[in-house]
């Protein structure tokens, strides 16, 4: 069974940067996506990036422009560049990867908190 475990969190000031990475215990090669969502405080998760194991990437639209997801499958972590945060990116940030079945499955990080404030 694949483990994921997110690291890089931490306090940044708006418009600051951060990196997060997404280590899986065992080959991401498996993993047909990997994403990242977050969840702030009384809401719910939202999906944050997703990318494909040809590389192709997507963004929700308020990040987009900002963020920057990639994945390196020698070294079997993914990471998501943070740039100019702002307080409502404040939140739980969690990483996933998808393996497609029959049965799909999905594996889910423990997460990361991101807090960004002056």
């Known amino acids: 069974q694949v483990q994921l475990v997110e690291s890089g969190g931490g306090l940044v000031q708006p418009g600051g940067s951060l990196r997060l990475s997404c280590a899986a215990s065992g080959s991401i090669f498996s993993f047909s996506s990997m994403g990242w969502y977050r969840q702030a405080p009384g809401k719910q998760r939202e999906w944050v990036a997703t990318?494909?194991?040809?590389?192709?990437?997507d963004y929700a639209d308020s990040v987009k422009g900002r963020f920057a997801i990639s994945r390196d499958n020698a070294k079997n972590t993914m990471y998501l560049q943070m740039n100019s945060l702002k307080p409502e990116d404040t939140a739980e940030y969690y990483c996933?990867?998808?393996?497609?079945?029959?049965?799909?499955?999905?594996?889910w990080g423990r997460g990361t908190q991101v807090t960004v404030s002056s």
């Open positions: 996933r990867g998808t393996v497609v079945g029959p049965p799909t499955k999905r594996y």
């Open positions: 990318i494909t194991s040809g590389g192709t990437t």
